[in-house]
């Protein structure tokens, strides 16, 4: 196996990209609302991250799909990843509620609800599966709004491509060169992320900094400081276990530009490209972390799952309700796995998980504003968490997967490339 270059070539671009969000931050802290005027540069990066996501995900699950040896490894992938998503959705969770119990922060706390919230069309559990699932039109699956529908399609595309056998070849090297193509792709927008980041968290620490106000103080200076260290631990403990020592070495030599660019974008769609090249140097094997990191991407959410049950915390602290009995305690975790892993994929996903916070509990409509504004509080690091979290469970799934030494069987996975490389 490749060794990994050390120092800075191998830390370069990360470096890079953490430079301009620091820069960012700062001048955001500084300029304040002014800092907005910024914003159209990270905005360039957005939308080419965003334009290049759609096909970059049905190139890598459909190429992987199609030269899996079998239908058996494809289900042992599927299902060591709900495995671990579930897992590590329910920890998350723990964590949240341990800290709660243990600092307890939202004692006394104060919200205005004199907000009312915007009517929504109400849809039955029949039509949410049907959204989240699939679309009308074929339009509509090339679209960053149906990641789903699009997985879905690109599950089914690559697995048609596999049983067709020999009359599949050609349609199965261009998958796989289209997959090739976009990873290049990817490559030459990379290099403009150093700016456009720090840019887009500029002008998002500008924005933010309004509504850190009043009781929502206590709801960001609860989710900071244990998403930092779930971070850390978590992440270091299921790399760890995915690789031993050699696995978490990798997994921190590596994380680094997704969890920048998921931190500066506060999006896990737009991070999918960078994951997948993380996973790559890790040493993922090729089929688990082409399938695994896109689908990821819309149904494995730690971050939400920690930030559900803050919501959940919060609005019992407003409403002068215990949280610590068994029945709050088992709904609370559901809530937050429902949320972060099934309302995720479902067309307005946020809204439907907040509504059904307030619904479950018996909240008055009145509350769902106060827990819309701690989502766009905890957003960035939660994504981050999420983001993450996609290329973590991967080498998890590639435990399970393949045993103890897959990291020796992907023999190309380490091989150091940085941007220069890689572009």
């Known amino acids: 196996m490749t060794a990994q270059p050390g120092g800075w070539k191998n830390y370069r671009f990360p470096i890079l990209i953490l430079t301009g969000v620091i820069v960012g931050a700062i001048v955001g802290l500084i300029m304040g609302e002014g800092a907005t005027v910024l914003k159209p540069f990270g905005t360039v990066f957005i939308n080419m991250m965003f334009t290049l996501v759609v096909p970059m995900v049905f190139f890598s699950i459909a190429s992987a799909v199609a030269n899996m040896n079998s239908a058996t ?22 964590v949240m509620l341990l800290a709660l119990g243990i600092f307890r922060p939202l004692d006394n706390v104060q919200v205005s609800m004199d907000e009312a919230p915007e009517k929504q069309e109400e849809l039955s559990i029949g039509d949410q599966i049907v959204g989240a699932f699939t679309v009308e039109d074929f339009s509509d699956v090339i679209s960053t709004k149906h990641m789903l ?24 090297s261009f998958l796989d060169s289209g997959n090739e193509v976009f990873m290049k792709m990817t490559g030459l927008v990379m290099y403009y992320a150093p700016i456009g980041l720090g840019a887009y968290f500029a002008a998002l620490i500008g ?31 299921y790399s760890w276990l995915a690789g031993g020592v050699t696995g978490m070495r990798r997994m921190w030599a590596n994380i680094l530009a997704p969890t920048a ?23 993922v094997p090729a089929d688990i972390r082409e399938t695994i990191i896109p689908i990821g991407a819309t149904i494995h959410m730690e971050g939400s799952c920690l930030s559900a049950i803050l919501k959940i915390a919060f609005l019992f ?15 609370a975790v559901l809530i937050a796995l429902l949320s972060g892993m099934v309302m995720s994929g479902i067309p307005s996903g946020g809204f439907l998980g907040e509504l059904m916070i307030v619904s479950m509990y018996g909240f008055p409509p009145a509350a769902l504003p106060i827990i819309s504004v701690i989502g766009t509080v905890v957003d960035p690091p939660a994504t981050t968490v999420n983001a993450a979290g996609d290329t973590v469970s991967s080498m998890m799934v590639a435990r399970v997967v393949d045993g103890k030494d897959w990291m020796k069987k992907e023999t190309h996975a380490s091989g150091g490339a940085d941007l220069g490389e890689t572009a």
């Open 207 to 237: 924005e933010l900094g309004s509504q850190l106000v009043g009781g929502y103080v206590r709801a960001f200076a609860v989710y900071y400081p244990v998403a930092i260290v779930y971070f850390f631990a978590a992440f270091t403990l």
């Open 261 to 283: 660019v998921s931190l500066g974008t506060g999006s896990s769609v737009a991070s999918i490209p960078s994951n997948l090249r993380a996973a790559k140097r890790i040493g």
């Open 73 to 94: 490894r494809l289900g042992r992938i599927m299902g060591s990843m709900m495995a671990v998503f579930i897992a590590t959705g329910i920890v998350a969770s723990s």
């Open 149 to 172: 529908p699009l997985i879905v399609f690109a599950v089914l595309v690559g697995l048609s491509a596999n049983l067709v056998k020999d009359k599949g070849t050609v349609f199965r």
């Open 317 to 331: 602290a407003v409403f002068e309700r215990d949280i610590f009995t068994p029945q709050a305690l088992a709904i």
